[in-house]
C-alpha cells in the first residue's frame, strides 16, 4: 500500500497529509484552515473519499468532540434499545438509561484505541498518517447515524413513546408498517456510516480489499462491543 504526494518542485514523495514538501518547502497542496461542516457533510453524501481528504486536510478539526458525543450517544441509545429488543420482552426503559449513562464513555474510549491501532497499522504497511486525522474520518462516518439520532428520534417517540425505546410491547405489535420502515430506514443508515468508513479508510490506504476489511472491523468493533455490552446489562450472568 501506498499514499503520498510527490513534490513538483523537486520530486520528493510526502505523506499525504503534508502541506509543504519536507524537502523544498513547495506547497503540495491548498491550505485548509478548518473543516466547512455543511460543506463536508454534503461531500460525505456525494463523494465520501474526497470528503474525507477533506477532513485529513484541515489544520483544526472543529466540531470533532460534537460529533464524537452525538455518536456516542445514538450508538448507545441503539444498543439500549436491541439489549431490550432481545430480552424476550422483558425490557424496561431502565436498560436504556443505563447505557446512555455509561456506554458513551465506551464508545469513546473505543474510538480513541481505534484511531491509534490504525495509525499504527497503516504505519507497519508503509502509510504514514496522524492520530488526529484518523480519529475525525472515522468520528465523522457517523454522521448518517447522528441524523438518525437528530430526525428520526423524535418521530420514534411520538408514534410509539417509551415502547420503542423498552420494546416492552413491542412496537411491532403497536403500529406494524410504520415501525417496520423506521427501522428499515435505521438500519440504511448504518450501512451508509459503513460505507463511509470504507471510503475513509481508502482516502488513506488507497487499497480496496484493506479499506472494505477495516471498515467492517471497524463498525464491528464500535457498535458491536456497545451493544453486546448492554445486552449484558440487560441479561446478567
Known sequence: MKNSVKCNNCSTENPFYQLTCQNCKAYLRTKVPNIDFWHTTSKLFE???KAAELLIHADHKNLLLTVIILAA?????TA?????AFSGGEGSLQTVFVTLSSLPITFIALMLGWSVVITLTLKLAGIKTRFKDNLVIYSYSFIPVIFTFIILTPVEYALFGQYWFSFNPTPFAIKYVPAIALSVI???FIFWSLFIAICATYAQSRSLFFSILIGILFLTVTVGIPFYSAFLLNNPV
Open 47 to 49: 463523494s465520501p473519499v
Open 73 to 77: 450517544l445514538k450508538i448507545s441509545l
Open 80 to 84: 439500549g434499545i436491541l439489549a431490550n
Open 186 to 188: 435505521e438500519g440504511i
